[in-house]
């Protein structure tokens, strides 16, 4: 069991590219009640298009409200981008960074997850910095390289002080939409590993701090037993998070 003394979970819903605005509304109106008493940090990462919608549904609550990327640059011509500083603008205080659909689809290398990031923290924005391996990378056992190489890059110029906004959330990529689960064991080892490197580079005072949330087809079903894992400190929800019960049984575990 994570140390609560140290570090509060968190537990972020990513929407993906689901939700219209009124359905945005509707849906933090059913998940709002289900969270009123969280034990955990709550947020919700929707699209663009429904940031207004969600910081007005969310107004008044406990529940934050995150993007799902942003730009490097502060502005420019970049068609069809949303700076950092765009979203801090608006009062969003959250974004995910690096998320292996960004990766995978959309062309992002660890190079501008660095650069991302580093925009996000100048905007003074929580980063919750995805990192993960793909399946083959697992196969031949080098999951943690992966990993520790991702997460030294893009923390790569982030001092002590910033890195208390920055969540990490390891996802392996074989485990994103797939309906796969890493076991809880090998979920702990990764998120471990990964405190184990920001010990090297920050100290252990910073290590205990810092949020790893496992994301990975995380549900209602094993949720408990995941977040049981002493180096498990929360979620970052994918098709859960889009029906209301099974987000609120996530919240209410990331809580005892």
């Known amino acids: 069991m994570m140390n ?5 979970a968190v537990i972020a819903g990513n929407w993906k590219m ?6 945005t509304s509707a849906l ?22 429904d940031l207004h919608a969600a910081l007005a549904a969310t107004a008044g609550t406990n ?8 730009h490097w640059a502060g502005s420019g011509a970049f068609t069809g981008e949303v700076s950092a500083a765009m979203l801090a603008g608006m009062g969003v205080p959250y974004v995910i960074i690096g998320h292996s659909e960004r990766r995978s689809l959309f062309g992002d290398s660890d190079g501008t997850v660095a650069k991302r990031t580093r925009a996000a923290l100048d905007a003074g924005l929580i980063v919750i910095l995805c990192v993960g391996e793909y399946i083959e990378q697992r196969e031949l056992g080098i999951t943690n390289e992966v990993v520790r190489l991702q997460t030294k890059v893009a923390l790569k110029g982030v001092s002590e ?4 906004r920055v969540i990490i959330a390891y996802e392996p990529v074989w485990a994103i939409g797939t309906g796969l689960t890493a076991t809880p064991g090998q979920a ?15 100290g252990k005072t910073a290590a205990d701090k810092l949020v790893v949330q496992y994301g990975g087809s995380m ?18 929800i994918g098709g859960a998070s889009l029906k209301a019960a099974d987000f609120g049984v996530i919240v209410k575990a990331a809580s005892v």
């Open 4 to 8: 609560k003394q140290l570090r509060k």
């Open 18 to 23: 689901n939700k219209t605005p009124e359905e």
């Open 28 to 49: 933090i109106a059913e998940i709002a009640p289900l969270a009123e008493n969280a034990g955990c940090d709550v947020v919700v990462c929707v699209p663009y298009i």
């Open 63 to 70: 529940i934050r409200v995150g993007a799902q990327n942003c």
């Open 161 to 164: 002080e910033e890195l208390a």
């Open 188 to 202: 702990n080892e990764v998120n471990h590993e990964i405190r184990v490197l920001v010990e090297e580079l920050y």
């Open 219 to 236: 549900n209602a079903a094993n949720a408990a037993e995941l977040l049981a894992q002493e180096d498990i400190d929360g979620g970052l």
